[in-house]
C-alpha cells in the first residue's frame, strides 16, 4: 500500500517535468527560444536557484500578453534595458516574442521562513 501511494505521488510529481516537454516548438520559437538564452537571458533568467534577477522575469504575460508591445520593448529598450534594433532584425525580433508568448507564468516565491521562536509583529 505504501509502495502504491508513493508511485502515485512520484508520477504526480513528474507531471509538469513530463507535459512540459511534450511542446513542440515552432522554427520561429526554436530561433525566439536560443536568441533569447544568449541575449535575454542574462537578466531575465536566475543564474542560481537562490539569486534574484536583474530584470522582471518574462513569461506569456508580459506587456500584458501583446506580441506587439513585446516586439517594440525589445526592439526599442526601455530605460533599464537596452534595445535590440540594431543587434536582430525585425524576423528575429518576432522569434523571440513567439517565444515568449508560449513560456509559462513563473510560480510566485514562497515567503521567507521566520527563524523558530521569532515574535510575530500584528501591532
Do not use: W
Amino acid at each position: 500500500m505504501k509502495f502504491r501511494l508513493c508511485l502515485v505521488l512520484c508520477l504526480l510529481a513528474a507531471l509538469p517535468q513530463i507535459a512540459a516537454a511534450q511542446v513542440q516548438l515552432t522554427a520561429s520559437q526554436k530561433l525566439g527560444q536560443r536568441l533569447f538564452e544568449q541575449s535575454c537571458g542574462v537578466c531575465h533568467t536566475p543564474p542560481t536557484l537562490v539569486s534574484g534577477l536583474y530584470g522582471p522575469a518574462l513569461s506569456k504575460e508580459a506587456a500584458g500578453g501583446r506580441e506587439d508591445v513585446v516586439r517594440d520593448i525589445i526592439s526599442n529598450g526601455t530605460p533599464r534595458m537596452p534595445g535590440f534594433k540594431y543587434t536582430y532584425d525585425a524576423e528575429q525580433i518576432a522569434a523571440i516574442a513567439a517565444y515568449l508568448a508560449i513560456m509559462p507564468v513563473p510560480a510566485a516565491a514562497p515567503a521567507p521562513a521566520r527563524p523558530q521562536g521569532a515574535q510575530r509583529d500584528d501591532n
